[in-house]
């Protein structure tokens, strides 16, 4: 008995002095976000852990590699779920083999010291992406899960910058170094994660990575993706959520949900938040109701449906499955459809067409409006971006006060970068505010898009693919549209039949609340301009459906002059732009000539419908136009030209 009291004693000064030995400070507390937080030096590094308030039962922990207190929303979510953050800083090794030997150490010292779980999850941040694969690589049965944010899984790719991602010299040296490579050797390189991620794959360790698809320093089609195909092929599951118009940073998601999921899914299921269904993510404003529509459906068994807006609306898809719901959910009501959507057109041109393209048709019970996607990629002003929207809105209701309307806001990649960044995006601002004032429901189609995409429920490039979406994303757009209605439809004892009032004041003075077209005859031709009855290009360009064959004033040379005279406070040019679009020269009331080049990124590959504001803050009364083409030129162009389908008034 005295001899086994003589060796625990031993033993337990051979551990207290090869503790001394390994930590060789005295730990310093700190704050984290709240939580208690150890710092002290671990083998000659600095290392830290932070403690839960109360430690899940079985003990689980992250494990940072690098950039410690970088974008933490994961790490306390899951500090407030009862885990563990621990960190050491190895920062000179680049992740090679004498960074494992110290997380090796770390590791044992963690089981020991903490009783931590056997398993850590691994995150690892940029180059941190080399330490927790190279760690884990030799360690599969110590890692319960990996975490990876735009990670570099191949050297050559960054510090290297030997393909498209731009490197770094400085690192690249010190990469070399520390894993004893020339320029040469590296080339052969197999101790990086693109080649040992495998290891884990086959031990069936799950990961996930998050990315910016713009990355251009460590660039996605150099890293993860190459490391996701390998870790697929051996068998691995590795999810993979892409941040649309993002590049390398920020890391992480703002709402770190996703991550979390994942996290514990694989390590403690029983802590999970539960899974909230896909209307959830359905960013839908419930303004007003929208049954003036469906009591005329119902009691009067007839009904005019109009759909305005750019070629999101124009393509098949969303709209066809709305008037087929519509359709179905009425079967005794005889309905006219009316698609007005013409590619490339946002809020302006809609303002101005409204009558021509949906009012003339008769009067209008549903409308729905888009014009987000447009108005953005346009490069058209906040301000007039509002002027637009408000113009259709106010006159439409101006036209039947009983009109039920529906905004929408469809997605693209611009749009998706600014909520990634924690932004919501100008023309959605601008758009709301009008939605707000006219208490109009609102459909943020965009925001759904990229919530459900960083929640893990499909991707961009893979399901939805483009601004145009796939069929999946056209039954997405559907789907939400639908629960609108049958949210907004679901109480049977919905108000009477009643129209809506319009405020005296408008939201900005200058709104195209009264936009229309001016005949073309309107205008005195002087040198250099002629009516064209069935204008068709003869350069074998492209056209818009609507915008061929038919009346329009053509100008091509230097001088050409035309004069207008006109009623309102704004006046703008609705013009085909092609190859050969000019630059124009105005003057309104006599004032000093300006110019206006009606060249658009997009006009050498069509003939393309284009609005041009000229002036939309007149005074109210008479005005006259004098309008020429200029002698200079885009430097793009091939031509001088100037073709008017209409002249644009607000009075």
């Known amino acids: 008995m005295k001899n086994n009291n003589i060796q625990i004693l031993k033993t337990f000064i051979i551990f207290f002095i090869s503790t001394l030995a390994t930590v060789n400070s005295i730990a310093q507390e700190s704050d984290y976000h709240g939580f208690k ?205 892409v941040k649309e118009g993002i590049g390398h940073h920020p890391h992480s998601l703002k709402d770190p949900a996703p991550i979390v999921r994942f996290i514990l899914a694989n390590t403690a299921p029983e802590l999970a938040d539960p899974i909230l269904p896909y209307e959830s993510k359905m960013a839908i404003k419930f303004r007003g109701n929208i049954n003036n529509c469906r009591i005329k459906f119902e009691q009067e068994k007839v009904g005019r449906v109009a759909f305005l807006g750019g070629s999101i609306t124009y393509n098949p898809g969303w709209r066809d499955k709305v008037c087929d719901y519509i359709s179905q959910r009425f079967p005794d009501t005889r309905f006219e459809f009316i698609g007005a959507g013409i590619p490339s057109t946002g809020s302006t041109p809609g303002a101005f067409r409204l009558d021509q393209d949906v009012l003339s048709k008769g009067k209008i019970d549903l409308l729905f409006e888009e014009a987000a996607v447009n108005d953005a990629t346009n490069f058209i002003k906040p301000e007039i971006q509002l002027r637009g929207m408000e113009g259709i809105i106010h006159h439409a209701l101006q036209s039947n006060p009983k009109m039920d309307l529906v905004m929408l806001y469809f997605v693209d990649q611009d749009k998706m970068a600014d909520y990634n960044t924690g932004k919501t995006p100008e023309v959605i601002q601008q758009h709301e505010k009008v939605a707000e004032f006219y208490n109009i429901p609102s459909i943020n189609l965009a925001k759904e898009v990229n919530d459900r995409i960083l929640n893990g429920e499909f991707t961009w490039r893979e399901d939805f693919k483009d601004l145009h979406p796939s069929p999946f994303g056209q039954e997405l757009y559907f789907k939400t549209i639908r629960h609108l209605f049958e949210t907004a439809w679901g ?144 430097g793009k162009s091939n031509g001088t030209a100037c073709r008017i389908h209409h002249f644009a008034v607000n009075n």
Not at 42 to 64: L, S, T
Not at 104 to 127: C, P, T
Not at 164 to 174: I, L, R, T
Request: aromatic share 12%; with cysteine; hydrophobic share 40%.
């Open 491 to 634: 109480d049977a004892k919905a108000p009477d039949h009643s129209p809506k009032i319009l405020s005296d004041k408008l939201l900005d003075p200058f709104s195209y609340i009264n936009g229309h077209f001016e005949p073309l005859k309107q205008a005195k031709l002087k040198t250099g301009w002629k009516l064209i009855q069935n204008w068709e290009p003869n350069d074998n360009i492209s056209t818009r459906e609507g915008f061929v064959n038919m009346p329009i004033l053509e100008a091509t040379q230097p001088d050409a002059q035309l004069k207008l005279k006109f009623t309102g406070t704004a006046i703008g040019l609705f013009v085909n732009s092609g190859p050969d679009a000019g630059i124009v020269e105005y003057s309104i009331d006599g004032q000093p000539f300006k110019t206006t080049d009606l060249f658009t990124p997009w006009s050498q590959l069509l003939h393309l419908p284009w609005l041009v504001m000229l002036d939309d803050q007149l005074s109210t009364g008479k005005h006259t136009l004098i309008l020429r083409i200029a002698s200079i030129k885009n």
């Open 37 to 241: 937080c150890l710092d002290f030096k671990f083998e000659g590094h600095d290392a830290k852990i932070v403690f839960p308030e109360k430690a899940e039962i079985n003990r689980h922990w992250i494990w940072r590699a690098r950039f410690w207190g970088h974008e933490p929303q994961t790490e306390i979510a899951l500090l407030q779920k009862g885990f563990h953050v621990v960190y050491v800083d190895g920062a000179e090794y680049c992740g090679n083999q004498e960074a494992v030997v110290l997380w090796n150490h770390f590791y044992d010292y963690l089981i020991s010291k903490y009783q931590l779980n056997s398993k850590a999850v691994l995150e690892g941040f940029s180059r941190g992406g080399l330490y927790i694969y190279n760690w884990g690589s030799e360690n599969v049965g110590k890692v319960a899960c990996i975490y990876a944010d735009a990670p570099v899984c191949d050297i050559r790719s960054w510090p290297g910058g030997k393909w498209k991602g731009v490197g770094s010299p400085d690192d690249w040296k010190a990469h070399l170094l520390a894993y004893h490579l020339t320029e040469e050797s590296v080339k052969e390189f197999k101790g990086m994660p693109i080649y040992n991620a495998r290891k884990l794959a086959e031990a069936h360790v799950p990961a996930i990575h998050v990315c910016g698809a713009k990355d251009e320093v460590v660039p996605m089609e150099e890293n993860t993706d190459v490391l996701v195909k390998t870790y697929r092929q051996a068998g691995g599951q590795i999810e993979v959520i």
